[in-house]
């Protein structure tokens, strides 16, 4: 066991992306998310298969523009060579034929970028959550393996919702996503809920980590656009 290892109860994430800046803006976001802590960078496919026999973390932040390596093809090489560590792809490839190839080697989440905080936090606190059912699942019959597969494939449940975060607060934001006419921001949506925009927002965020609704951009005369939010129907 490394002493990457020996916190008990932390998740050890290794960040992998040519650009150092990026990797180093990625790292600062992951060390803001309990209890995910950063063991190491590497900007290359060749140094990502390094580290990883040297760090053995539990999750990959993968980049697939590497320099030496196409991302994807990092992934067997990592089980050929008996790492089983989860990997969550980070980047800017749209393509079809490379999302499904991420899903065929088995990635747990697929990030665009560019993106912020928010969207990384909501992606980890959904795999920490995940890996922690997979973790302390007992398989008595066919209802726990469906279980454990539907939580792989579906996206949290509101009686999931990560740390912090409460039902009734995420149902009142729903209601006004849904009763909305048109889209909202998080100002909206503080006025409509009554809960602080800082609230609002991570409650929106949450809800578009998940899938059920979408963001788009409004751009004003100056400053940093709006993100406006929709419920997907």
Known sequence: MTAASDKA???????VDDDFMVARVHRAFVER?????????????????????????DLILLDLYLPDLFGLDVIPR???????????????ATE????????????VDYLLKPFGFEDLRLRLERYAAQRGRLLTTVVRGQADVDRVLAGAFAPAPASGLPKGMSVETAELVERALREADGTLSATECAAVTGVSRVSARRYLEYFHGTGSAEVSLRYGAAGRPERRYGWRA
């Open 9 to 15: 109860g932390t998740i050890d994430v290794l960040v």
């Open 33 to 57: 998310v309990e209890p995910f802590r950063v063991v190491g960078a590497a900007h290359s496919g060749g140094q990502a298969i390094e580290a990883v026999d040297a760090l053995r973390p």
């Open 78 to 92: 990592l089980r050929t060579a008996g790492h089983d560590c989860d990997v969550m792809v980070i980047s800017a």
């Open 96 to 107: 079809a034929d490379t999302v499904r190839g991420a899903v065929r080697r088995g990635v």
